[in-house]
């Protein structure tokens, strides 16, 4: 067994997870293209893809190289990328080996991308904003923005969004609303510029169960792959799904608590204004972190007998794609056997 | 230069943190034992030593042995570790060649420490609570803890704390007086065992300057070396001495607000109550990183010009230790000439 703590992936809910989603999106007629900066993974991206996601969205040149290395060739980098000559040279590289889109949210972008991978075969999504505030346009813009790369000489594929505010309590299905209002809205400008939107692309993992499968074509969920502590306390997904852990060992009861080695630089720091601690244990829902630092979990267990020094816990991260980034590997199985698969893409940011 | 976002470091400032940190210690008569795993380089710990460091506190063994194969031959596992099998061996190969001390907050662990490691050259250090409340014993406890780990074969060094409450608005003097008070009484209850107790440690980056010379024997500071904006933002250390930033794109101006792309998986998410925001920009003092996901940093400017979309611009991390460790390099130098150092512990939290 590999020594504390390290992330370990329960497969059998792994697959559950994976399978689910996959039914939906094939029960309602959406596309599943799934987020891989979830599990950098190119053995999972290969079973969403055998299950029939129609290809992988990343959120950076370097994970798009990473799956392309491994023998994925559709992958959609969903970020409004600055387009300077590395970053031009390498995705011309990609396009040679895997049908590959981007994301663009301003007529200045638009116009970039045209001009610089319009003949060399990359595509482009508009990017609007659903109401997260954080990149893409609005909506009614979206129709300048897809014109201008067209005029520049650029492929245009569609709009997507990324509802990200269907992260808060009882947001789930009013961001799902807002998304397919944006994003019909965005159909409707691009096509007013005569255009094509083969693609009507959104989803986030709350939002997911509420997806508009009238507006969206298809969505790009992530986290639904591990589900993690955000998800738990979204209820969004219940803990009996959370495939992802990170087993830690009890080194000290310091104060009549129980402190774990899974701390900050094995779990992330991330924490939503809803999340009721650092994290959570999976076999003790009334247990909170209540202290994270680098190497330290304080757990406050509500009562319950602490775990003997020496024990291993199964802790909950927050947020299981900032968990997953700090892993070299994920340790895949039980306590009969784990085997390691690497994090591939673990740290390409770029 | 490396696609952003990615780490740089200003030797310049690293230098002259490293040199007013051993010139204070030099001056005050107290040993400095620099903790590793803010930047979990052998190049500065080399730099640290040559500037008078006794040697070097890590978190790990792993780290312990990641600093020992680059020739470092002192060290200190700040941490009261749990001693499986794996760590004991690990421990006795690592004390073959670097002398090496570990933690202990109990008398359990205590004993354990000593029978497994007392004839192998492992010293321990008894780690007492000066008011962070995470690990270590009651100061007054620290003698039968000391006497445990004396009576089943182990060599005790000394008495240690970290005084964690030190991160607070207006608390660093405290929880200086704070850590004198305790590792005093802790001294005395070791003493009180008939034990001699050669080493007194304690030390944050926010109490350093409060440092108790007639109390503290050692002190083991980390984040000094770089700063952050936790730092600054509490008045530990000035944003001219800020060493580390993470360069950073503009990729949108959504929403009337720079977006950069040095998101959580760049900077990491950690937040202290007092911090203003998810980040600072070293140039712009008025700026805040006001929404961070893994891949944006969306930043309000409070009323500058934004800068255009593809100017880099430098994000000062809230929390250095937890930034570096999401990198595989430190880029040093100037925008004449960059070289990498590897962050040759990252990862190794076991």
Known sequence: MPATPYLRVDPVRLRQ??????????????????HGKTHKSPEIAMMQLDLGAVGITVASVGEAETFAEHGITDLFVAYPLHLDEQKTARLRALAGRSRIAIGVDSVEGATRAGQLLGRHGVEVLVEVDSGQHRTGCPPAEAG?????????????????TFPGHSYAPDAMASAAGDEARALAAARTAVEAEGLEVPVVSGGSTPSFAHTDADVLTEARPGVYVFGDAQQWELGSMPPESIALTCRATVVSHAGGRAVLDSGGKALAADRGAYNTGAGRLLDHPDARVVLLSEHHAVVDLAGAPLP?????????????CAAVNLADELWVGDDGGLRPWPVAARGRNS
């Open 308 to 320: 003997r020094v020496g024990d291993e816990v199964d802790v909950v991260p927050n947020h299981c």
């Open 17 to 34: 997870n994976l399978r689910r989603a996959a039914e939906w999106a094939g029960a309602n007629g959406v596309a599943l293209r799934p």
């Open 144 to 160: 300048a923005v897809a014109a201008a790369a067209a005029l520049a000489g650029g492929e245009v594929r569609g709009v997507f």
